[in-house]
């Protein structure tokens, strides 16, 4: 069973940006695709990007977050990062990481989830 924590979150000014992390609590993090997510209030929970295993080689992010936010990872320390540049307070949420089998995109198929992380851009 795999536990995540994601951490970093905050308040930032549009224009800032912020270092989103996520912890896995087991040594096998490495073989698993890393994505995050993002839940703004009355919204539906939205994909933000995601990172293949092992690597971040091969990536994909939403269209509203890409040039932006960049995904990687340190499997030493079992961690996936999101780096947040531009920030826009559009972007405020709560953000979670996510590990799956494969990378994707769909919500459904990440088999653990963290608590998350608020990010908050004021204007």
């Known amino acids: 069973q795999m536990q995540l924590v994601e951490s970093g979150g905050g308040l930032v000014q549009a224009g800032g940006s912020l270092r989103l992390s996520c912890t896995a609590s087991v040594g096998t993090f490495g073989s698993y695709a890393m994505g995050w997510f993002r839940q703004a209030p009355g919204k539906e929970r939205e994909f933000v990007g995601n990172?293949?295993?092992?690597?971040?080689?091969?990536?994909d992010y939403a269209d509203s977050v890409k040039g932006r936010f960049t995904i990687s990872r340190d499997n030493a320390k079992n961690t996936v990062y999101l780096q947040m540049n531009s920030l826009k307070p559009e972007d405020t949420a709560v953000y979670y990481c996510?590990?799956?089998?494969?990378?994707?995109?769909?919500?459904?198929?990440?088999?653990?989830w963290g608590r998350g992380t608020q990010v908050t851009v004021s204007p």
């Open positions: 996510a590990a799956a089998s494969l990378r994707t995109r769909a919500a459904s198929l990440y088999n653990y």
């Open positions: 990172c293949g295993a092992w690597s971040c080689g091969i990536t």
